[in-house]
């Protein structure tokens, strides 16, 4: 090539003296060809090059091809099922005859010209001929173009074909690389180069791309596959993750060059454009086709930029920077849109930190509503960490403003939500879509991790969880999925380990955790010390790493789990956090509680319906139970239970049919419904909760439907308490003899108006006899508030005693006639009482007066010494007689240890306005609950007091604040009382009882001296600790029934608390200039708290209440935190803390006092006004985040439906599931404000994340058919196949340097199954659209799960399924090239059913018990060896290896033929596909696995008549009969044997 671009060719020649000359014989122009021939035209004069195709290369790609063609296996192979290879080979050989040498060329738009040149080193010489044998338009890209331009190596590589030999051609390798030094490796595939009519003819199979220098900076586009990275030197370079999971590495796109460390570079989030900052200038560019355009240039004149940023709003993109020349905020509009680019300034101005330092590092605050562009989602834009040590995140104060000016704004919209003082420099500091803060800190050489949560209803942030690291940071980052879960991966100098925030706590019930749940080992190659180690989640949650020069992908499907840590099989990284994050299930005790405490009752009944059918219909047909579908439509009805019941009584009048009385009765959950859910129970293994919740499932299960039907008897607390205390009767009898109520059950029943019904409920709960056991454990002296009442059951209680067991010991019943002052009826049982011993004596003694102090003296001397002999309960009654009842309580509390007897005494003896008694509660019962923190009981003993105001308070305000009450330590040195139980102090069900409170104080005109803050933060705490529990829709549901509260604004709050006319309050919307030195709440910002609202950072405070108590908590049963840790304490003055105008550390921890609870009303008026300011949208954010949870809830149920549904089906109930839950998400919609397009976007984010494709076919779009966004189930069918592909062959091939296993291979047939019947209800949507061809996509999708599904199934040598699998591989292949699908349907419907395969053999079919046993098959074997003594279980795994081996061989025989099909319709996008990522892999696999079980077959010639007698059941005996019929067995066999290839070397 010369610089005139002409290529010149030049031959060899000798002159009449032999001396060697060269001479011009052909002159190649490459942009001057032949008008027929050239089509491109080209404008620029610059050298391009020719290539020369050395024949040696050619003739070694052919030769490689014969080598195999030479095999005899081989000829015969071919010829038998694939003749028209060996067509081609001859064509093939015929045109490089023809044309030995070849040269070809690239044009600048990809287009390809080869030339053949004929009689170049002829002898005799002739004149060369240059032919243009081939032009192929654009086989290139545009952006190839330059890799052309420069020398390239082109060879043949007969390793590669050898290891795939089966489906090999001729290739041959041409490597490339460009002026940047990228090396890029493409595949030149001879036979679709000169004999095929496919587009694909080159293929770009490696490229090797990376940084001159270390990269220092990585960002991953938000919505799309690109990543961009920096070496903050010399270039940006562009990448993509192209979803073809069959390599590690990342496609290299392009490259920009910058000239200054200090760029900055970010992605817009809306489509593929980048901007850059250099040289004071903002370059925007656009991303096209493995190339980059600048669109747009701006001039920053002198602001130089330190932070610059994008986000969308109401569908248009914005960027912001903030320069370091008076902390300027800039805000542009920038139009994206093809042929109208275009930038506006519509905002500048400073942001206010004159007092603050110098800006160390400044966070990016966007939240997850930023991906779906029809939110009103408050705008954050960013936080800046100072050197002041102080956090402050900023937002957009008035939205509106911003958007509707027609200027430049000028003023300050700027307002701070967020301000805190951080006692340790921050080293990194990353800011979650769910506005959760991690930040790493370093002291003294050592990392520590911080997580933070932002209050939604307070001004601060408050840590959650806190840890000493034992490495480095790196880096970290977060991951949103759409399922509302969200991780941390944080870089450590050898792995990265990702977090998870789990849904309780085991080692610490009153602190949030955060834990480890997987470990990523870095590549061996990268695994080098030093360096920047940088880690970024990619949007379809591939992990990216980063090291020195060289960046690599971590798919989230196939990664090295740490087994010490994850003991589950190796499948989806994200799945695999589910068991500590994800939702309880609806059947969950847990959850079925909560909702009937909140009078949900058809919520629990429908759950525990759908349970029963599920489990009665997967059990008939012998399936495994892997998942329950929960029905998501019962939790947004509202309850109407007695209406529904009294139309029931009139539905048979009006049934038409026999089916409509079934439909009505399968809605419902019948006693006999629940006798058989209970014998079910007791033989099965519910997923998703423990051996202990299942037993109280079950107590659920037998009492929900008989107190539910006495719910015309009780009030709402008295139903509250009959759950309660049936559960609790059925512990005591079938769980454990200990158990008791707590003082939360305790409390509905002190609270109920059917108090005479419930006490007679408690007496036929306990049998025929009603003693003071059972009453001390249904706590009736506690909760019955009547003093009459009380002595009446006491008087019961006590003839009870005394006749127990036909005794009639007067002793039992002592103590009651005492405390009721009823010594003669003591006398009158002591005469009768004949046999006792003491009878003389007693009535000697009992005939005193014990009103005279004599007596009294002489009782109290008696009492004395019966406590020295250890008689305590005989004592209690002497000390009573003695008239000494501080003393009969002190030994029921100390000795006895029953503070309920003792409280039952002193209602006895002096009624309820006993001394002992108050002091008892005072001066006892509060210390306890004080010291644990137990709301429960101190709202008891104030209610017991008649103290209102603090019975509302003790809700709210921390206990400590009740100490002063306490008036003397009389009882200090006594222990607490034995059915204590462990306390939860943000028990949600407080809201309940706040709530029973408030109407009650109403009802009867008391004061309710509750703040609306209070309340409102008491609703928040609820819903967090919902959330936390696993229970997301409850939290919706609080969320709904007190919107009105929530939304009430500051002023309407304040006259709700103060009547009187008040003036107008602050507004941040009325200037931001005055918010300088005031916190705003982070509602204000969208930023919501998604931890333990109101937790206190001090995890040593009211954590270890009371060492010895917890010992007994195993036997004491809370059926609302059954065997679950609680979260975290919840510190009720931190709200207080953080309104004092100094800031204060997130490290100290010193105690709020009472005066601080009360704060000035002006400053409470002050933070109130500034919440409120964007309280309704925040609102909407943590609905659409707990919204998320429950979509996906239901996307999984209708997924385990559809999977099930030929089983399902027979059930009416599950005819209407998807029905009833398509609707159930219309009304979840509707009840989180969320558009319906948002929903579509979610379900759209949520398939190409999770498992959730078959829900997806049947649910989207909500508004319309899925056929018409054909293009957006093609994307996901594209990402499922490359899933696919990716879980099968890389655990195929070991390079994860994981080997397959059982398990492993179970996990890829369950998604592969899964997708199976995706696919067959996309072809039903099909069909119903009378759309007769398939997508080629779709086609795709059909081929990896299929080929997924068989070749697992090898693995596993599930023979049966094998069988009918491999029989309908051709006709499943074939019917997806027909218009008809009935036939394809058909086929799928009986591969999910398992339907029987007819092999006809000509023999009769053997039943198992014609089959040999192993000691008659050792003998039979004995006696017919010769040569070598195997063992019958030796060649028993020498069979099942020869059956996989031959199956290989036919799978891949059956793909090569519909290969050829394929290239007969021109399908060049599908064939390319089934060759490059099925066939090709395949062939690898199965040359890789017949290379290591050759020699273990050498001997199969031996004994293949008597094969058949090796095989274990008659579905393997099937299996080799179809076999027979469909392939050459005996052909592959005689290959193996060792005589055969030895013949064969001679």
């Given at each position: 090539m010369c610089r005139d671009n002409i290529c010149r060719l030049w031959a060899q020649s000798n002159d009449e003296n032999n001396n060697y000359k060269f001479y011009m014989c052909k002159m190649i122009e490459p942009f001057c060809l032949p008008p027929s021939l050239n089509h491109t035209p080209v404008s620029e004069p610059k050298i391009s090059y020719v290539h020369w195709i050395d024949n040696r290369e050619i003739h070694r790609a052919i030769y490689s091809d014969s080598i195999i063609e030479k095999n005899k296996f081989q000829k015969k192979w071919r010829q038998r099922v694939n003749g028209n290879n060996n067509k081609n080979q001859k064509e093939l050989k015929d045109i490089i005859k023809d044309n030995q040498d070849m040269l070809f060329h690239v044009s600048p738009d990809g287009t390809v010209i080869i030339w053949g040149v004929q009689n170049l080193n002829t002898y005799p010489l002739s004149i060369p001929h240059l032919v243009v044998l081939i032009k192929i338009p654009k086989a290139f890209s545009s952006s190839d173009y330059n890799f052309f331009r420069n020398p390239v190596l082109i060879y043949s590589n007969p390793a590669s074909q050898e290891l795939n030999a089966l489906c090999s051609s001729p290739e041959l390798m041409i490597v490339a690389h460009n002026s940047r030094g990228i090396m890029n490796c493409y595949e030149m595939n001879l036979y679709n180069v000169f004999l095929s009519s496919q587009e694909i003819h080159f293929r770009m199979i490696y490229s090797w791309a990376a940084h001159q220098n270390s990269i220092n900076s990585l960002i991953c586009h938000p919505n799309l596959p690109y990543i961009a990275t920096s070496d903050g030197k010399s270039e940006i370079m562009i990448w993509y993750n192209n979803g073809i999971q069959a390599k590690k590495s990342l496609d290299w796109v392009t490259s920009i060059n910058i000239n200054e460390s200090g760029a900055l570079f970010e992605w817009f989030t809306e489509g593929p454009y980048i901007y850059v900052y250099q040289d004071n200038k903002i370059y925007i560019y656009i991303i096209t086709d493995r190339a980059i355009q600048n669109v747009l240039t701006y001039e920053m004149n002198d602001y130089p930029i330190i932070y610059m940023n994008t986000f969308s709003k109401q569908k248009s993109s914005y960027l912001y920077a903030l320069s370091s020349k008076s902390n300027i905020l800039f805000i542009w509009q920038v139009h994206l849109k093809e042929n109208d680019f275009k930038i506006d300034l519509i905002y500048k101005a400073g942001v206010e930190l004159d007092d603050c330092g110098k800006i160390l590092k400044i966070i990016s605050l966007s939240d997850f509503s930023s991906a779906f562009t029809y939110t009103n989602i408050p705008i954050g834009l960013f936080g800046t960490y100072t050197e002041d040590q102080c956090l402050r995140y900023w937002h957009i104060g008035d939205e509106q403003a911003l958007f509707d000016s027609s200027e430049i704004i000028t003023d300050n919209l700027l307002v701070k939500s967020v301000e805190k003082k951080l006692s340790d420099p921050v080293v990194f500091a990353k800011n979650s879509k769910l506005n959760t803060l991690a930040i790493v800190t370093e002291v003294d050489g050592t990392h520590k991790l911080d997580i933070f949560i932002n209050d939604i209803y307070n001004l601060v942030i408050k840590r959650q969880y806190s840890i000493k690291l034992n490495s480095k940071v790196y880096d970290m980052d977060w991951y949103f999925t759409s399922e509302g879960q969200q991780f941390l991966a944080i870089a450590f100098e050898k792995e990265v380990h990702i977090l998870c925030r789990t849904r309780k706590s085991e080692e610490n019930p009153n602190y949030v955790k955060w834990e480890v749940f997987s470990k990523v080992q870095y590549p061996k190659e990268t695994n080098e010390e030093g360096g920047e180690k940088l880690v970024k989640w990619l949007e379809n949650g591939t992990l990216v790493y980063a090291n020195k020069s060289m960046i690599y992908s971590i798919d989230k499907w196939v990664i090295p789990q740490n087994l010490e840590i994850v003991q589950n099989p190796r499948s989806n990284l994200l799945l695999s956090a589910n068991d500590k994050t994800h939702r309880l299930p609806l059947y969950h005790p847990q959850h079925l509680i909560n909702y009937i405490l909140w009078g949900r009752y058809n919520v629990a009944k429908d759950g525990l319906n759908i349970l029963y059918h599920y489990i009665d219909l997967m059990k008939k047909a012998n399936r495994e139970i892997i998942n329950i579908p929960s029905p998501l439509w019962s939790l947004f009805e509202e309850e109407n239970e007695n209406v529904a019941n009294s139309s029931k009584k009139y539905n048979f009048l009006f049934r038409t049919s026999i089916e409509e009385e079934n439909t009505e009765d399968v809605n419902t959950f019948t006693n006999e419904k629940a006798r058989l859910l209970t014998e079910y129970l007791y033989q099965?293994?519910?997923?998703?909760?423990?051996?202990?919740?299942?037993?109280?499932?079950?107590?659920?299960?037998?009492?929900?439907?008989?107190?539910?039907?006495?719910?015309?008897?009780?009030?709402?607390?008295?139903?509250?308490?009959?759950?309660?205390?049936?559960?609790?009767?059925?512990?005591?009898?079938?769980?454990?003899?200990?158990?008791?109520?707590?003082?939360?059950?305790?409390?509905?029943?002190?609270?109920?108006?059917?108090?005479?019904?419930?006490?007679?409920?408690?007496?036929?709960?306990?049998?025929?006899?009603?003693?003071?056991?059972?009453?001390?454990?249904?706590?009736?002296?506690?909760?019955?508030?009547?003093?009459?009442?009380?002595?009446?059951?006491?008087?019961?209680?006590?003839?009870?005693?005394?006749?127990?067991?036909?005794?009639?010991?007067?002793?039992?019943?002592?103590?009651?006639?005492?405390?009721?002052?009823?010594?003669?009826?003591?006398?009158?049982?002591?005469?009768?009482?004949?046999?006792?011993?003491?009878?003389?004596?007693?009535?000697?003694?009992?005939?005193?007066?014990?009103?005279?102090?004599?007596?009294?003296?002489?009782?109290?001397?008696?009492?004395?010494?019966?406590?020295?002999?250890?008689?305590?309960?005989?004592?209690?009654?002497?000390?009573?007689?003695?008239?000494?009842?501080?003393?009969?309580?002190?030994?029921?509390?100390?000795?006895?240890?029953?503070?309920?007897?003792?409280?039952?005494?002193?209602?006895?003896?002096?009624?309820?306005?006993?001394?002992?008694?108050?002091?008892?509660?005072?001066?006892?019962?509060?210390?306890?609950?004080?010291?644990?923190?137990?709301?429960?009981?101190?709202?008891?003993?104030?209610?017991?007091?008649?103290?209102?105001?603090?019975?509302?308070?003790?809700?709210?305000?921390?206990?400590?604040?009740?100490?002063?009450?306490?008036?003397?330590?009389?009882?200090?040195?006594?222990?607490?009382?034995?059915y204590y139980q462990e306390t939860k102090p943000e028990d949600p069900i407080l809201l309940i009882l706040y709530q029973n409170l408030k109407d009650n104080y109403k009802s009867l005109r008391k004061p309710v001296n509750i703040k609306p803050f209070q309340e409102k933060k008491l609703i928040f705490k609820a819903i967090n600790t919902y959330e936390i529990m696993g229970c997301p829709m409850l939290s919706l549901d609080l969320i709904n029934k007190y919107s009105d509260t929530l939304l009430k604004t500051e002023e309407e709050e304040e006259k709700q608390f103060h009547p009187k006319e008040i003036t107008k309050s602050f507004s941040f919307l009325s200037g931001p200039s005055s918010t300088s030195n005031n916190n705003m709440n982070s509602l204000n910002s969208g930023l919501l708290d998604w931890g333990t609202f109101g937790n206190n950072t001090n995890t040593n405070t009211n954590t270890t209440s009371n060492t010895s108590n917890n010992t007994s908590t195993s036997n004491n049963y809370d059926w609302l935190f059954t065997r679950t840790k609680a979260s975290p304490t919840l510190d009720w003055s931190e709200y207080d803390k953080e309104k004092k105008s100094t800031l204060v550390s997130i490290d100290e921890e010193s105690s709020i006092k009472s005066n601080n609870v009360k704060s000035s009303t002006n400053t409470s008026l002050s933070s109130i006004n500034n919440k409120n300011v964007y309280i309704d949208q925040s609102i909407t954010l943590l609905k659409w985040y707990l919204g998320l949870r429950a979509i996906w809830d239901g996307c999984n149920s209708i997924a385990n439906v559809l999977e099930n549904e030929y089983i399902l089906v027979e059930s009416q109930l599950f005819k209407q599931f998807i029905k009833k839950m398509h609707n159930g998400l219309k009304k979840l919609s509707k009840l989180i404000n969320m558009p319906i397009e948002i929903i579509n976007c979610v379900l759209i984010w949520g398939c190409n994340q999770d498992h959730s494709t078959l829900a997806f076919i049947d649910i989207f779009p909500m508004n319309g058919k899925a056929v018409d966004f054909s293009d957006i189930v093609d994307s996901i069918f594209y990402e499922k196949s490359n899933t696919l592909n990716r879980l099968l062959f890389r655990l195929s091939d070991g390079s994860d340097e994981f080997p397959g296993s059982k398990m492993n291979y179970e996990y890829i047939t369950q998604v592969a199954k899964r997708f199976l019947i995706t696919l067959d209800h996309w072809i039903k949507q099909l069909h119903k659209s009378s759309i007769k061809n398939f997508s080629p996509k779709m086609i795709q999708f059909a081929h990896s799960t299929y080929l997924s599904l068989l070749l697992t199934t090898v693995h596993l040598k599930d023979w049966k399924k094998l069988l009918l699998l491999v029989y309908n591989l051709k006709g499943f292949l074939n019917g997806l090239q027909n218009e008809d699908h009935r036939a394809l349907h058909t086929i799928i419907k009986d591969i999910i059913n398992g339907a029987e395969v007819q092999v006809n053999n000509g023999e009769e079919e053997e039943s198992d018990d014609y089959l040999l046993s192993d000691d008659e098959m050792e003998e039979e074997l004995r006696i017919g060896s010769k040569s070598k003594d195997y063992s019958v279980k030796e060649r028993r795994e020498k069979t099942e290896t020869l059956l996989e081996l031959i199956t290989y061989y036919y799978i891949i025989s059956s793909l090569e033929k519909y290969l050829l099909d394929l290239e007969k319709m021109n399908s060049d996008e599908i064939s390319n596909y089934f060759y490059d990522f099925l066939l090709k892999p395949l062939s690898h696999m199965t040359y890789t696995f017949e290379t290591e079980v050759k020699n273990k077959l050498e001997d199969c010639n031996t004994f293949k008549d008597s094969l058949k007698s090796y095989m274990k059941d008659k579905d393997q005996k099937k299996y080799w009969e179809l076999l027979k019929n469909l392939t050459e067995t005996d052909l592959i066999i005689d290959k193996l044997s060792t005589m055969v290839t030895f013949i064969e070397i001679i």
């Open positions: 099965i293994k519910l997923p998703y909760i423990n051996k202990h919740e299942q037993m109280n499932l079950v107590g659920i299960v037998n009492i929900l439907l008989w107190t539910t039907e006495q719910k015309m008897q009780l009030d709402e607390n008295g139903m509250r308490y009959l759950i309660t205390m049936k559960l609790f009767t059925y512990s005591r009898r079938f769980i454990s003899q200990s158990a008791q109520l707590n003082f939360r059950d305790i409390t509905w029943a002190y609270y109920s108006e059917s108090q005479d019904v419930l006490i007679n409920f408690c007496k036929m709960s306990c049998g025929e006899k009603f003693l003071w056991k059972d009453a001390r454990a249904l706590g009736l002296s506690l909760w019955i508030r009547n003093n009459n009442t009380l002595r009446h059951q006491i008087e019961l209680i006590a003839r009870n005693q005394y006749m127990n067991n036909g005794e009639n010991n007067p002793y039992n019943c002592f103590i009651f006639y005492m405390a009721m002052k009823k010594l003669k009826v003591i006398v009158g049982l002591w005469k009768n009482a004949v046999w006792h011993p003491e009878r003389a004596k007693m009535l000697t003694f009992l005939d005193h007066d014990f009103t005279e102090p004599r007596w009294q003296k002489a009782a109290l001397k008696n009492a004395f010494a019966l406590l020295s002999k250890r008689r305590f309960e005989n004592a209690v009654g002497f000390f009573l007689l003695g008239d000494r009842l501080y003393d009969a309580v002190n030994v029921c509390i100390k000795q006895l240890k029953d503070i309920q007897l003792a409280i039952t005494i002193c209602r006895l003896y002096e009624g309820d306005e006993s001394p002992v008694l108050k002091d008892l509660y005072i001066n006892y019962l509060l210390p306890q609950a004080i010291d644990n923190n137990d709301r429960w009981l101190a709202n008891h003993i104030f209610s017991f007091l008649n103290d209102s105001e603090s019975t509302l308070e003790s809700i709210f305000v921390p206990l400590e604040n009740f100490r002063n009450k306490i008036t003397s330590q009389s009882y200090s040195d006594l222990a607490g009382f034995e």
